[in-house]
């Protein structure tokens, strides 16, 4: 670190250090080299990190970790300063219009204060919002380059008379929290189930589809048969290769069709799933991360109990693992019943 940059509570510092590293010739080669859709998926990453410390309840961690998302943002500002569209100044100026635009019964004389007079309010100026953002698209559009790396598509311009209820949920949310952030949108137009019951059912429908196209997929079905029924049961009815290469008259594979119908199915039975967590009021990432934390936890006892065997996993047998796995999993119970 040179005299001339040093650390700043100030954000202009870090604008400072991001405008350096990006200075061609002096900069840095790797930063030289990024662009939006590089520095996306670390952008995502540093949002997952941050989600993660606060789940681990490490303020010391998350100051850090808040750090490197601000970085993203400053980041992806500098990109686009260098290509006249915004600056970071820009984008702080959008949001506190936005904050304060949001929130009249807080910053101007608006009278909504309780809830549903809120969100009415909310959801009207959102509408105007994207009403001026389709026309900021369209002028960013006629004044970009062809050669843009971000191309603003003809979709986005605001030009269709009629746009999607659902048009505004972003793509690159992680897929439960779009697929209830898109159930919430079109639940409010009234496309809803009325009640839990049958949204359970629809899940059974689709667990049973998804059973009827997998199952019989399976890639270690054929080790559960007896070595005499395995050639016969290798390829489900109705599966067989065609004469020509193994390739049916559209051009596709039996073996990609197959994968396209499962992989639909368990999609499907997946947005289902994501529809019992809405109406539980239920955030399905944080449960599955939740699960998952749950399996970490488990495994490493299964990983423990053994090496004091002296063994590994690799080294037993799965009824040996599933027993230590009951094990942890009433130690677990007991240890919440002391708690209650």
Known sequence: MTDAIKPSRDIARLIEIMAALRTPVTGCPWDLEQNFETIAPYTIEEAYEVADAIARRDLPDL??????????????????EEQGAFAFGDVVEAITRKMIRRHPHVFADGAARDPQS????????KAEERAEKAAERTRLA???PASSPLPVREAELGSEPQPSTLADIPVGL???????KLQDKAAKVGFDWPNLAPVFDKLKEEIAEFEEVALPNDPRRDSLLA?????????????SLSASGGRLPGGASPDAIKERAIKEEFGDMLFVMANIARHLHLDPEAALRAANQKFVRRFAHIETRLEKLGKTPSQSTLEEMDALWDEAKAIEKSATAKKA
């Open 142 to 144: 006629q004044a970009a």
């Open 174 to 180: 992680p897929a439960l929290t779009r697929a209830i």
């Open 227 to 239: 070595p005499s029924d395995s050639r016969s049961a290798s390829r489900p009815e109705g599966a």
């Open 63 to 80: 100051k850090d970790e808040l750090g490197d998302l601000l970085l993203q943002v400053v980041y992806h500002a500098r990109l686009a």
């Open 118 to 125: 809120v969100k009415t309010a909310w959801d009207r100026i």
